[in-house]
């Protein structure tokens, strides 16, 4: 069977069939005990079918992406012609680990909390989840590049805005104190792209998802002018730049006959790439209050990255042809405008202070086979002993809660 991650990676070569589990969804976990707050950096919403509906202009309406139901009860979202398996690792929270696949999901397999934003809010209570930014899944790609890649563009534009509606009304509107609105861009237009920016910013938008690396997907890279216009939106708009792990369809391995376990292992590749890519293009020295977040990348990598460039620059960089700075180091450009995403806290947390505790946010990859639920508290609880209070604060709520402007009550701050 092929199938393609919610990033576009195709994995279709290393899979064979899964049958489907008979058990079902396990019953609700108890309640965690509360010991942080925790604002969600990285989490995932799947689109319900009625996402589109009457939403798209009306002579684009039936060609907007709709669910069908094959003979076997499989059910697929079919947009532009082609149809797209929704990936069962993609939503396997509450499911028993024995039943997690690579064969397509429906939605009676999965939580409710996946699509539903009344289950997600349940579901985020029994984890002690205060607030979290939920990402696309694969209909839209987790940075909306499904849409821009379509042919025909007011239709690929159209489908742009109907997500962004349908996120800002329907998923974030109920509960603003509870989520944090993020949007998908158009990228087949970068002056368009930063209209629509502004547009979203006025209505309550705090992020957008964006490749790691656009010229993966077809378009300019971050070395050239080309995206500035959407990228002084951002920045004059205090709209977060995230770059999640495979939203360009790149991954480091090399090998087609590699397991699935190879693309997982390598997700922190991805981030150390796509930071120093963007750091080099010279992207955050021409911007330099734009926020930018690797998601699901982890810390592990950032060491390296930091020692490798602090050599570099008295080394083989010391000309200094390729850095454009002079006030500012790489590495102290690094930590200003770049954050990173901790699902798995690691021993990476000692060097904390050469990280940048300030650089940290938790996140729990809901409903991912990758997320912590439902034991965010306890894990982070295991992860981040030996951390002052300040230090706490910072990486449960503290970081999250500035960054992307989205203030917690007193009452609920903890520690």
């Keep these: 069977m092929t199938v393609t991650t919610g990033a576009g990676i195709d994995i279709g070569a290393t899979l064979a069939p899964t049958p489907r589990g008979t058990t079902g969804l396990l019953p609700d976990p108890e309640p965690q005990e509360r010991h942080f707050t925790i604002v969600s950096c990285d989490d995932h919403l799947v689109e319900p079918r009625d996402c589109f509906e009457g ?7 039936d060609r907007a992406p709709r669910v069908i139901t094959e003979p076997d009860g499989t059910e697929l979202w079919e947009f532009d012609g082609k149809r797209h398996p929704q990936i069962g690792l993609n939503a396997v929270v509450g499911r028993p680990r024995a039943e997690w696949t690579m064969e397509p999901a429906r939605f009676d397999e999965m939580r409710p909390g996946c699509w539903d934003i009344e289950a997600r809010i349940r579901d985020m209570d029994l984890d002690g989840v205060q607030a979290s930014v939920c990402f696309p899944s694969l209909i839209a790609g987790f940075a909306g590049a499904r849409f821009s890649e379509v042919a025909d563009g007011a239709l ?41 920016v502004r547009r979203n910013a006025a209505r309550g938008f705090k992020a957008v998802s964006f490749p790691e690396n656009p010229v993966d997907l077809g378009f300019p890279s971050v070395h050239t002018p080309h995206w500035d216009p959407f990228l002084r939106a951002c920045e004059e708009t205090q709209t977060v730049v995230c770059l999640h792990t495979g939203s360009s369809s790149w991954t480091a391995s090399r090998s087609p006959e590699a397991p699935y376990e190879l693309y997982t292992t390598l997700f922190p590749v991805n981030a150390l790439v796509t930071a120093a890519d963007w750091l080099w293009s010279g992207v955050p020295v021409r911007f330099p209050d734009l926020r930018m977040v690797l998601d699901e990348s982890g810390i592990g990598w950032v060491p390296m990255l930091i020692d490798r460039i602090d050599y570099v620059m ?51 990859d809901y409903p991912h086979a990758d997320s912590t639920w439902p034991h965010t508290q306890a894990r982070a609880d295991r992860g981040l002993a030996g951390l002052s209070d300040a230090e706490l604060r910072a990486v449960t709520w503290g970081n999250a809660s500035a960054l992307f402007r989205h203030p917690v009550p007193p009452e609920l701050q903890l520690p």
Excluded: Y
């Excluded at 509606?165 to 237009?189: F, N, S, V, Y």
């Design 55 to 61: 939403r798209l202009p009306a002579r684009l309406a």
């Design 156 to 196: 690929g534009l159209a489908c742009v805005k109907a997500w962004n509606d349908w996120h800002i009304e329907e998923w974030a509107g109920p509960h603003p104190d509870r989520i944090i609105p993020l949007q998908i861009p158009w990228l087949q237009d970068p002056v368009l792209a930063a209209k629509e």
């Design 314 to 364: 008295d080394h083989s960089a010391a000309t200094g042809l390729g850095w454009k700075d002079p006030a500012n180091s790489p590495t102290d450009v690094l930590r200003r405008n770049f954050r990173f995403g901790i699902i798995d806290i690691t021993s990476a947390m000692r060097l904390r202070d050469h990280i940048g505790i300030e650089t940290m946010l938790l996140e729990s």
